[in-house]
């Protein structure tokens, strides 16, 4: 017998659109979910509606901007969000369309487990090695009998990552969020705990226990984090050439980047530029 969180979402299908502004490029069921890669012609644009299933998407490449629950998301190429079940929004495609990864859950996924919104944290977390791991998965052919499994259990540690965050945002000191932002604006080359601290009003040490406590790494450890992030951005939207991420976000030359950037991401930036870009 099926249980209901064993169903999964709807068959894969393009939202609102005429069919030729909206392109279906891959997709597949796994363990309730449903993957699905899609891109979208600038011309783009959807009316007010919402889904029964809560999504984790990755913008590959393009951007675009919606309204969520009454607040505005622009969607940039690199980005990871997430959003709740049941949220009302609307969305249209940048001057370069989109083209995005959804994971979408069970629709009987605990809504305990579901944060508003979106999920900010994904962004500097795991959560972008994983969709791109998700994406290449979703690439291998239909009759390699590992695909099903392998696509299960990476969504499974996605969703787990959106479990975690939304325990940290309940659990969490409210002077938190301010560190967390302080940490992915601190200057490349003149972070200090010291300043950090003294910004959300924390002492040093406390800041760098707590911090780890909630975050799962230290203050150091994520602020390397977010520049790769911020490179990943880069990268994906930007022509710019790898030496020059490289030197703006702070590493000491591109050899240093890319192994940073391969630690981190599971391939090399050159790499990670050509799989989001492909189709």
Known sequence: MRHEHDIAPDAPRLNPGDGERARLLGAARAGGML????????????????????????????SGVGTYGGIRLESVAGAVEFFRAGVRHRFAAGRAGIRTLHVAFPASLDAAAQPDVVVEALEATVAQPLALAILHELAEPELDLSRGLSIESLAQELLAQVRLAARGDRRRPAWMSAAVEAVRAAPVGAASLGAIASEVGIERAHLARTFRRFTGVSVGEYHRRARLAAAARKLAGTDAPISRVAFEHGF???????RRFRRHFGLTPRAYRE???ST
């Open 252 to 258: 000491a030359d591109q050899a240093h980047f890319t």
């Open 275 to 277: 799989r989001l870009r």
């Open 35 to 62: 993957v699905t890669h899609k891109c979208y012609r600038s011309d783009f644009a959807q009316g007010w509606h919402e889904h029964p299933n809560a999504t984790v998407e990755l913008v590959l490449a393009g």
